[in-house]
């Protein structure tokens, strides 16, 4: 049977990149560029018209300040995948609390930057090695938190539970339903309960507060 191909708008304000990122994900059975934007007004714009599964967001997009896109473009249904040249751990944190699904750098190449894409169109999120160490070293340098989210933590399901370590593990939604023998629908159930429960606007807040009680080592998601 075949699938509907993953609908997706690339957001990158060189022109020669940008048509090489369109050029690499049409490339794909099942993703489709949608369209372009070269400054962040158009993407805003080309969002809100084509309503793509996956915003793939250059962070330097002149035109706007880059947390505040992604909740632009999050508050259209889209997922972001952001992509940067370089990264400060304030910066990942800012947009992944804004809502982005994942973070890549460019110099990661292009098969990561497919599966970057297809993590996030799945449901996941996508952390380029590189930004997922320094945030978990940032995380590993700040004192262990926690009663209050800890108790939080603790108050969701045994179920619950186990979605949310699967999430902090990088497992997107059709991998934490195989996992656990259960269906996708059933899996976005208990993230929804999970988000709802801690708080939490985006799935990398919630794997921020697996770390912060406990729930998650660091060297156990290292293994996984």
Same mark, same amino acid.
């Not at 050029?23 to 084509?50: F, H, M, S």
């Given at each position: 049977?075949?699938?509907?191909? +993953?609908?997706?708008?690339?957001?990158?304000?060189?022109? %020669?990149?940008?048509?090489?990122?369109?050029?690499?994900?049409?490339?794909?059975?099942?993703?489709?560029?949608?369209?372009?934007?070269?400054?962040?007004?158009?993407?805003?714009?080309? +969002?809100?018209?084509?309503?793509?599964?996956?915003?793939? %967001?250059?962070?330097?997009?002149?035109?706007?300040?880059?947390?505040?896109?992604?909740?632009?473009?999050?508050?259209?249904?889209?997922?972001?995948?952001?992509? =940067?040249?370089?990264? +400060?751990?304030?910066?990942?944190?800012?947009?992944?609390?804004?809502?982005?699904?994942?973070?890549?750098?460019?110099?990661? *190449?292009?098969?990561?930057?497919? *599966?970057?894409?297809?993590?996030?169109?799945?449901?996941?999120?996508?952390?380029?090695?590189?930004?997922?160490?320094?945030?978990?070293?940032?995380?590993?340098?700040?004192?262990?938190?926690?009663?209050? =989210?800890?108790?939080?933590?603790?108050? %969701?399901?045994?179920?619950?539970?186990?979605?949310?370590?699967?999430?902090?593990?990088?497992?997107?939604?059709?991998?934490?339903?195989?996992?656990?023998?259960?269906?996708?629908?059933?899996?976005? +159930?208990?993230?929804?309960?999970?988000?709802?429960?801690?708080?939490?606007?985006?799935?990398?807040?919630?794997?921020?507060?697996?770390?912060?009680? *406990?729930?998650?080592?660091?060297?156990?998601?290292?293994?996984?």
């Amino acid at each position: 049977m075949k699938t509907t191909p +993953t609908r997706v708008v690339v957001a990158v304000d060189q022109p %020669l990149v940008r048509g090489g990122v369109c050029a690499l994900l049409d490339a794909q059975a099942d993703l489709a560029v949608a369209g372009q934007a070269g400054w962040a007004a158009e993407a805003i714009r080309v +969002t809100a018209a084509l309503a793509p599964g996956v915003v793939v %967001l250059d962070l330097g997009l002149s035109g706007g300040d880059p947390a505040e896109l992604v909740g632009e473009l999050t508050g259209h249904g889209a997922r972001v995948l952001a992509i =940067t040249t370089g990264h +400060t751990v304030a910066l990942v944190a800012r947009v992944l609390r804004a809502g982005a699904s994942g973070v890549v750098l460019t110099g990661a *190449g292009p098969v990561a930057l497919i *599966g970057a894409v297809r993590a996030c169109a799945a449901g996941g999120i996508w952390l380029d090695p590189a930004v997922a160490g320094d945030v978990l070293c940032e995380l590993l340098s700040q004192p262990v938190t926690g009663q209050a =989210t800890a108790a939080m933590v603790r108050r %969701l399901t045994e179920r619950e539970r186990e979605v949310l370590e699967l999430m902090a593990y990088g497992l997107d939604n059709a991998e934490i339903a195989r996992r656990l023998f259960i269906s996708d629908l059933t899996v976005r +159930t208990h993230v929804g309960r999970v988000l709802h429960k801690l708080g939490c606007g985006t799935r990398a807040h919630a794997v921020v507060m697996a770390y912060r009680s *406990g729930l998650v080592r660091v060297e156990a998601a290292a293994l996984t």
